[in-house]
């Protein structure tokens, strides 16, 4: 899972060209490349010892339950905790610029702790994506997690996009109001995993 040269610094590859894209149902589509960032074991330690991880608590039926990973949000003019984050940002902003139509703005971070952190089925519905097409690419570090979308509308197969050290993932066209994705729990041993998800301003 970690790189062998562990002195290696972080290196992005270019886009264009490099991405694969899968078109799902209903104008949603997800592109992939697997080992986008290289030399992430730095990346992975900055993001596990200098993120200020916050546990949340949310109302659920008629009590309140520990949100099941650590969080942390940083705004359009917040300095990102590690430079090749904002390398990786401002390339995605670059390359998908034309058809987005603007630049990935903020960068949410969840840290699930082993297997019994997850995130339950949902789409990225807060703000504009709730009516307008939109894009969410996530960056993984660490240990690999399923990444598993779903058709809201049913029928479809669940499709699931194991997520590791390096990966990006991009959700883009109506995948956040016509699909659904979450990281399920898993039994298997599993070490720390943070996710770094960039989204354009307004969309959440
Ligand atoms: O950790 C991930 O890859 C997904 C996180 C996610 O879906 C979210 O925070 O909205
Ligand atoms: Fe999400």
Known sequence: MLDLMGDAGPAIEPLPGRL???HLTAGAWVDVLPG?????????ET???EVPWRAERRPM???VVD???LLRWYGRDEQLPHPALTEARDRLSAHYRAELGEPFATAGMCLY???RDSVAWHGDTLGRSSRADTMV???SFGSPRNLMLRPRAGGAETLRFPQGHGDLIVMGGSCQRTWEHAIPKTARPVGPRVS???RPINVA
Do not use: E, M, N
Not at 37 to 44: A, L, M, N, R, Y
């Open 113 to 115: 702790r082993d297997g």
């Open 67 to 69: 949100v099941p990973r």
């Open 137 to 139: 690419a996530i960056v």
């Open 196 to 198: 770094v998800q960039f």
């Open 36 to 44: 986008w960032v290289s030399g992430s074991d730095d990346i992975f």
């Open 20 to 22: 694969t894209r899968h």
């Open 61 to 63: 039926y008629d009590g």
């Open 47 to 49: 993001l596990l010892t």
